[in-house]
């Protein structure tokens, strides 16, 4: 008699839907999904309904690269009120190299890397688990050894 009991396995889900393509592991390149004007060619994360530089309404749907430089971050060492990140953590400004610039997080065993400059790549990374048991995974710099 075949058994009715499933293999539980824990749904990778995405911290917010149509925020970057999810990979099929943790730790893998997250790429961000955002939009890019047609008339001006600036870029924006998150997608915009009009381009902030020239309101246009004729933005098209780009996946950026996963990599880009730290331009600015501070460390947080005490938890803020509803935070998940367990601190201490870093929170970075990255510039992507081929679009606009985004704020993540940096988790506590990379944040002896967060400095001005540093190369990071973007990585779906496990943030929390939510009351259904999956995994709430979101995206988080991680320096490239140089
Ligand atoms: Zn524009």
Known sequence: MASDVTEIKPRMVPLREGMFRMPDR???PAALLGDRCRNCGESFFPPRVFCAACSSGEM????FASTGEIDTFTIVRQQPPNSVMVPPYAIVRVRLDDG?????????EDIGSARIGQQVQLAARRL?????GNIVVSFMARPIPS
């Open 128 to 132: 929390m688990e939510d009351e259904s």
């Open 26 to 28: 943790l730790d893998m």
């Open 100 to 108: 606009p610039t985004v704020q993540t997080v940096m988790a506590t």
């Open 60 to 63: 098209e749907a780009v996946e």
